[in-house]
């Protein structure tokens, strides 16, 4: 089970029930209690060895004290575009785009250091 976030990044069901038992200050054991299951079946669902159902999900995220809200929104189709546009680059030219990313997001980080005084 795929889901997308409002940030776009995507998660899978084991995802959204590991966030929830955190959220809700869990322990795997605990949230097993709280399902009638085990402490190993929770830890194989969260490290993605077993695919939960949309409704196994729901349950341990409501087990956690939490909820799923679900919707339907229009689809951002931004990411394959921009794919596209860049195989139509020289790879030289992706190299640089991409090195220039790089410097922009080290850039942010030593800037987010020093507004916490770090």
């Known amino acids: 089970m795929l889901m997308a976030t409002s940030t776009g990044r995507h998660l899978l069901g084991n995802d959204l029930v ?5 959220r809700a ?3 795997q054991r605990e949230l097993a209690e709280r399902a009638g299951t ?14 939960p ?7 341990l995220v409501r087990h956690c004290g939490l909820d799923l809200a679900v919707g339907i929104v229009e689809h951002d189709h931004s990411a394959i575009e921009q794919a596209m546009r860049n195989l139509l680059l020289e790879p030289e030219e ?25």
């Open 18 to 22: 590991r966030e929830a038992r955190r």
């Open 25 to 27: 200050g869990l322990t």
């Open 38 to 51: 085990t402490q190993s079946a929770i830890a194989r669902l969260e490290g993605g060895h077993t695919s």
């Open 53 to 59: 159902s949309f409704e196994k999900v729901l349950a």
């Open 94 to 118: 992706r190299i640089r785009q991409l090195k220039g990313t790089v410097r922009f997001v080290e850039a942010g980080r030593v800037a987010v250091r020093e507004a916490r005084g770090a």
